[in-house]
């Protein structure tokens, strides 16, 4: 019954490596995120989706292209994998409010660590 | 862009102390949320605040928005072993529901 699930929970690979991780949510929420959390805590927006529909891009390398095959699902594909891409990175659900926003539902990371 | 300025970024407790942390802004804020992820967990949604001075309590917790909706404050009474872990606050900038997290503060506490 996990709200927002992602796949792999871990992930070490070598340097170069492409790599995928997944995010489901089944919550019937409209928007998707993906964040970054590095060593020191900090979380930072990486991606958003809205049906779909890229709506959020923040200056993040090429590197990493996010899917959505639906609503209920966004990817997160990482080309030419380097030493700094190490972090935890959650993927996160929403859907607004009658106020306009909502509280965000976060999966439970998946910890990447480039070797 | 929007920044969020959270304080302090540790804080060591004795069980049964108080604790607080605080959040700032330059800008003045739609809205406050704050968070908290356990140690090897993700974040949970503790709270929204919308309105200016807006207090609101949660057992030992009290969630406090500024006059001007600039700063806000997560304050725990009598913390436990259970209250361990990093307390965030967010802001939304600009559209789509994008998040600015504060630092986070991060609770220790000794029992």
């Known amino acids: 019954d996990t709200a927002v699930s992602q796949t792999p929970k871990y992930l070490v690979t070598q340097m170069g490596n492409d790599k995928s991780i997944k995010c489901e949510q089944n919550?019937?929420?409209?928007?998707m995120y993906w964040y970054k959390q590095d060593s020191k805590k900090f979380l930072k927006i990486m991606f958003s989706y809205n049906n779909k529909e890229l709506i959020i891009n923040e200056t993040v390398p090429n590197r990493f292209s996010p899917k959505s095959p639906d609503k209920a699902h966004l990817n997160l594909h990482i080309n030419s994998l380097e030493l700094g891409d190490s972090a935890v990175y959650f993927c996160?659900?929403?859907?607004?409010?009658?106020?306009?926003?909502?509280?965000?539902?976060f999966g439970p990371g998946t910890r990447l660590t480039v070797l | 862009g929007q920044q969020v300025m959270q304080i302090p970024q540790y804080q060591h407790v004795q069980e049964g102390e108080d604790f607080t942390t605080y959040c700032n802004s330059s800008t003045t804020l739609s809205n406050i949320q704050w968070y908290k992820q356990r140690p090897g967990g993700h974040p949970v949604f503790l709270i929204q605040l919308v309105k200016s001075g807006e207090v609101k309590k949660q057992k030992r917790l009290t969630f406090q928005f500024g006059e001007a909706k600039k700063n806000s404050s997560l304050h725990i009474t009598a913390t436990q072993t259970t209250d361990v872990g990093t307390y965030f606050c967010?802001?939304?900038?600009?559209?789509?529901?994008?998040?600015?997290f504060g630092a986070g503060t991060r609770l220790a506490v000794h029992p």
């Open positions: 967010a802001a939304f900038s600009g559209g789509y529901n994008k998040l600015i």
């Open positions: 919550l019937g929420h409209d928007t």
């Open positions: 996160a659900s929403s859907q607004e409010g009658l106020a306009g926003v909502d509280e965000q539902f």
